[in-house]
C-alpha cells in the first residue's frame, strides 16, 4: 500500500519562525510514513532547507516574497520590488502546479485563515481547487497558540466562514492549558468541533555535548528585526554578574551586513563575546549554557523552555505585534523565564533582569506539551487514513 500524501503550504515575511516550525512539522510527517511535499513562499533559509537535513521530504521554493516592514502591508518579490497582478497570478499558477503534482490526501495550509490575508490572491483559488477535485484531500490549518494583533470583528466573521466551508481540522500548536486559542481568538468557540491542540511543536531535544558550557547564549532568530537586542545584550554585559563569562552572540543571517558590522565592533569593545551569524547545535548551546538571552518568537521561546535553560526574553513588539509579549508573560508567569519589555529595554533594564535570572534554579517545563510535532503528524495521518470528514 502506496504512502499517504501530505502537501503543506508555508509563507514566512519576516522573520524565519513559521517555516522553521513547518520543517519540524514536515520532518514529523515524514517519520510518521506520510510522503510529504513541502511548498515555501518565503526566501531560502539555507540552515533549514530540506536538502540534507529532510532527505523524505519533496520541497518547492515558490517564487519568494517578504514583507516590506513590520506591519506586514505591503508585499516584496525576489528582487525587493512590490508584487504586482502578473506576479500574484505566476505564483498563484506555480502553487497550483505544484500542489496537483502532489496529489495529497491532506492539504495542510500553515496560518490562513487566522492570518496571511496577504496571501489570499493564492490560497481562495488553491481551496478551490481542492474542493474541486475529483478526489478532494482533507484540508488542515495548522496555526501557532497565539494570533497577533487584534481582529475586527468583521474580519473574524470571514475566518470563522472559511473555516467552515474549507477546513476540516485546525491543529493548534499549543496548550489549552497555557494559553487557550480563544485568548487571541474569541470566536473559537464557533468551531470547537474542528479544533484539536497538539501541544507545541519543538525540535526534540539534541544528544548533550559540551558545546556552549558556562556560556551566555544571546540570540535573535533570523535577525531580521534583532539588532536592538544584541546591541543592548553586549552594553548591558559588563554590568552583570555574567560579565566574566563568554557571551556568544548569534546575530541571524537575515541581519543586515552594516548592522552586523556594527555589533562586530560592540563584541570587540565588550571583550569575551564570541559572534556568529548562526548555529547548527543551537539546542546543544541552549542545553549547556548558564543563560540564554533572546527574543520571544515561537520556537525559540519553546527550545529554551525544554533546555530547561535560565532565560531572559525580550519579546518582539514592533507593528502591531502582541503575540511574543502575551507567550513569553504566560510562561514567566509559570516561572519558567524573565520578561523585559521591548518598550522598556536599556542595558540596564536588562542587566537586571540577567541578574535576577541568573540567581535562580534551572526551571522546569511542568505539564506543558512539548510533543506538538509528533502530535501533529498523528492527527494529520488519521485524516489522510479516513479522508475527509
Known amino acids: 500500500m502506496s504512502a499517504k500524501r501530505v502537501f503543506l503550504y508555508v509563507q514566512h515575511l519576516l522573520g524565519i519562525g513559521h517555516l522553521k516550525r513547518a520543517v519540524t512539522l514536515a520532518r514529523a510527517m515524514a517519520d510518521a510514513g506520510l510522503e510529504v511535499t513541502l511548498a515555501s513562499g518565503g526566501h531560502p533559509v539555507p540552515q533549514l532547507m530540506p536538502q540534507g537535513n529532510l532527505p523524505d ?3 518547492v521554493q515558490l517564487p519568494p516574497a517578504s514583507a516590506a516592514d513590520p506591519g506586514f502591508k505591503i508585499l516584496l518579490d525576489e528582487t525587493g520590488r512590490q508584487t504586482d497582478a502578473a506576479w500574484r497570478q505566476r505564483r498563484s499558477a506555480l502553487l497550483q502546479s505544484a500542489w496537483r503534482e502532489s496529489a495529497p490526501d491532506v492539504l495542510v495550509i500553515e496560518l490562513f485563515p487566522f492570518g ?4 489570499r490572491f493564492e490560497l481562495l483559488p488553491l481551496l478551490d ?3 474541486a477535485a475529483a478526489q478532494p484531500p482533507a484540508v488542515v490549518c495548522s496555526v501557532r497558540d497565539v494570533l497577533g494583533g487584534a481582529k475586527s470583528p468583521e474580519r473574524q466573521e470571514e475566518t470563522l466562514d472559511l473555516v467552515e466551508r ?3 481540522r485546525v491543529l493548534v500548536h499549543g496548550d489549552p492549558g497555557v494559553i487557550p486559542f480563544e485568548t487571541t481568538f474569541p470566536g473559537a468557540a464557533r468551531i470547537a468541533a474542528r479544533i484539536e491542540y497538539t501541544g507545541y511543536v519543538v525540535d526534540p531535544a539534541r544528544t548533550m555535548g559540551s558545546a556552549g558550557t558556562g556560556e551566555v547564549i544571546v540570540s535573535a532568530g533570523g535577525g531580521a528585526v534583532g539588532a536592538r537586542l544584541l546591541e543592548s545584550a553586549l552594553l548591558a554585559k559588563p554590568l552583570t554578574l555574567l560579565r566574566g563569562r563568554t557571551w556568544r552572540v548569534l546575530a541571524g543571517n537575515n541581519l543586515p551586513d552594516e548592522e552586523f558590522q556594527a555589533i562586530a565592533r560592540l563584541a570587540e569593545r565588550a571583550g569575551g563575546v564570541a559572534l556568529e551569524r548562526s548555529r547548527p547545535d543551537f539546542t546543544t548551546l541552549l542545553s549547556n549554557c548558564e543563560l540564554s538571552i533572546s527574543q520571544g518568537g515561537y520556537n ?3 527550545e529554551v523552555v525544554q533546555a530547561r535553560a535560565r532565560a531572559v526574553v525580550v519579546p518582539f513588539a514592533g507593528g502591531q505585534e502582541t503575540e511574543q509579549t502575551l507567550r513569553a508573560c504566560c510562561f514567566a508567569a509559570r516561572g519558567l523565564l524573565a520578561v523585559v519589555e521591548e518598550s522598556a529595554l536599556s542595558p540596564e533594564s536588562l542587566a537586571a533582569a540577567i ?11 511542568g505539564q506543558i506539551a512539548l510533543d506538538g510535532a509528533k502530535r501533529s503528524a498523528q492527527a494529520i495521518a488519521r485524516l489522510a487514513a479516513a479522508g475527509a470528514t
Not at 116 to 119: E, N
Open 355 to 365: 541578574d535576577l535570572a541568573a540567581r535562580k534554579p534551572r526551571p522546569l517545563p
Open 300 to 302: 525559540t521561546l519553546l
Open 129 to 131: 481547487a481542492a474542493a
Open 166 to 168: 474549507r477546513f476540516d
Open 57 to 59: 521530504v519533496r520541497f
Open 116 to 119: 496571511r490575508r496577504q496571501m
